[in-house]
């Protein structure tokens, strides 16, 4: 079975990554949620997704300069606690990428760490499952190591070391260029993660690929395209 996670939540509608576009995404009956986490310069997890704030905000302010206070007075940007809080409540799966490269390297996901441990219990008693993602292989195996689903995405057909992670995060677009691509990560027994999937056409690219979790900016959407 597929499951579709809201991509910074149902971003094609709403801000991404905010308050709005999340509760969207569960109006919109996604399965789960899909956020990017920077570490601010005073240690929180917040989720963003470009280095600065120049995109989103038209601030040239870098998350990794800044302290939260000055982060949320220039944008409202949500901190990891908030939504996972949120994913417990509604029940939610969630999948997190950890952004690199970044001065603090591994910070990013030790901090990670930590939150997930303070909050186990009531992730256990919630029952959704947690996976983390990175484009950065040693990121991939810090949270295999720590113990958590490792997904590691990709922006080419093929890269090393896959037999080592458990789950593979290909671009729609190499499914779409290869579709035998799909056959083969499932052949070596990993989960395949597709991002990002938004349209009809690129919706007919995981047609039998067997992916198990595909991340789109409009979930809704997305499901009427696969049912």
């Not at 704030?53 to 990794?64: D, F, G, H, L, T």
């Not at 606690?81 to 990428?97: C, G, M, Q, S, V």
Request: net charge negative.
């Amino acid at each position: 079975m597929t499951h579709i996670y809201g991509h910074r939540g149902a971003s094609l509608y709403l801000p991404e990554m905010s308050f709005t576009a999340y509760f969207e995404a569960v109006e919109q009956g996604a399965d789960g949620f899909e956020c990017d986490l920077r570490l601010s310069k005073d240690g929180y997890l917040v989720l963003w997704h470009d280095a600065d704030m120049q995109r989103i905000a038209n601030s040239p302010r870098v998350i990794a300069d800044s302290n939260l206070i000055d982060i949320q007075q220039t944008y409202p940007a949500m901190i990891f606690e908030e939504l996972l809080a949120i994913a417990i409540d509604e029940k939610k799966d969630l999948a997190l990428e950890t952004k690199h490269p970044v001065p603090t390297r591994g910070a990013v996901e030790k901090k990670l760490f930590e939150v997930l441990a303070a909050n186990k219990e009531q992730i256990d008693s919630s029952g959704i499952q947690i996976s983390i993602m990175s484009f950065s292989w040693l990121a991939v195996q810090r949270a295999k190591r720590a113990g958590y689903k490792a997904v590691y995405l990709i922006e080419r057909p093929w890269q090393r070391h896959l037999c080592f992670v458990d789950a593979v995060g290909p671009s729609v677009e190499i499914l779409k260029k290869d579709p035998s691509f799909a056959k083969k990560v499932k052949a070596a027994g990993k989960r395949l993660f597709v991002w990002t999937v938004n349209t009809e056409e690129d919706a007919k690219a995981l047609i039998g690929s067997g992916a198990d979790v595909v991340m789109s900016d409009a979930p809704a959407e997305l499901r009427t395209y696969l049912n």
